[in-house]
Nanobody, 128 residues
Framework: QLQLVESGGDLVQPGGSLRLSCTAP????????IGWFRQAPGKEREGVSY????????GYANSLWGRFTISRDNSKNMVYLQMSSLKPEDTAVYYC?????????????????????WGQGTQVTVSS
């Protein structure tokens, strides 16, 4: 079974940057739509971004355009989420998810129900 592994979460000061990574050891992510979600304590899970199987379609939550950038390198079996100008409200556990479905819109983001496989999450804390 495909298992996703996130990495890159850390404690960072407001205004700082982080790059999260998502991979699936032993399985290829080629052809899968990959989404990033986050969940802060006491809040519902929310979609952050997604990228299509070959990277030609991407989308972001409205509030994140310009600060977050999603990308993928299928040759390395990696998907990245570059986060910049981080704010305390970005503090959350960030999850990557994979699914095979057709989607070509920038907005809204695919629902979490569209994804089949999930990682365990990586903690991002933005605090001074």
């Amino acid at each position: 079974q495909l298992q996703l592994v996130e990495s890159g979460g850390d404690l960072v000061q407001p205004g700082g940057s982080l790059r999260l990574s998502c991979t699936a050891p032993g399985f290829t992510l080629d052809g899968y739509i990959i989404g990033w979600f986050r969940q802060a304590p006491g809040k519902e899970r929310e979609g952050v971004s997604y990228i299509s199987g070959i990277g030609n379609n991407i989308g972001y939550a409205n509030s994140l355009w310009g600060r977050f950038t999603i990308s993928r390198d299928n040759s390395k079996n990696m998907v990245y989420l570059q986060m910049s100008s981080l704010k305390p409200e970005d503090t959350a556990v960030y999850y990557c998810a994979a699914g095979k479905f057709t989607y070509g819109n920038n907005w809204p983001l695919p629902s979490f129900k569209d994804y089949t496989f999930w990682g365990q999450g990586t903690q991002v804390t933005v605090s001074s």
